[in-house]
């Protein structure tokens, strides 16, 4: 085997571990329910979705999947309060439900929190981990 050939076969197997090892925020994903009063969320593990479904107050939804208005100034969105409303699990499908109806025409987004191999859905929800450590996916959806 030559070098250029092991170099190719090398770059192979790199590429294909890279590809292999893509993390489940690129399954996650929102849609707008036929009525467009709710959004539907999928894609997100199934354990923390079981463990989050427990909580009997459902507030720690707001800790994985919060949902808010996208403000004029894109730069502000870290700072905007969080749109209320209600979560519910349907199958594997967390459908979220607004107290007040979606504006037509206006821009929301959905910050899907990350959780990795070592840290449990539960350090982010009582609050263990800094803001700093906190790894997100904003998905962005429009009325």
């Given at each position: 085997m030559g070098i250029s050939t092991m170099f190719l076969v090398t770059i192979m197997l790199f590429s294909t571990a890279c590809s292999?090892?893509?993390?489940?925020?690129?399954q996650v994903k929102i849609s707008?329910?036929?009525?467009?009063?709710?959004?539907?969320?999928?894609?997100?593990?199934?354990?923390?979705?079981?463990?989050?479904?427990?909580?009997?107050?459902?507030?720690?939804?707001?800790?994985?999947?919060?949902?808010?208005?996208m403000p004029a100034d894109t730069d502000m969105k870290n700072y905007q309060p969080m749109q209320p409303g209600k979560y519910l699990v349907k199958d594997s499908i967390v459908v979220f439900t607004p107290d007040t109806p979606f504006v037509a025409r206006q821009t929301y987004f959905v910050r899907y929190y990350k959780f990795d191999t070592n840290t449990k859905a539960n350090d982010y929800i009582m609050g263990r981990n800094k803001l700093g450590d906190l790894h997100y996916t904003d998905l962005i959806f429009k009325q």
């Open positions: 292999s090892n893509k993390t489940s925020s690129n707008l329910t036929s009525d467009k009063h709710s959004i539907n969320i999928t894609g997100l593990d199934r354990a923390i979705v079981q463990d989050i479904n427990r909580d009997s107050l459902g507030g720690n939804w707001q800790s994985l999947v919060p949902v808010y208005k």
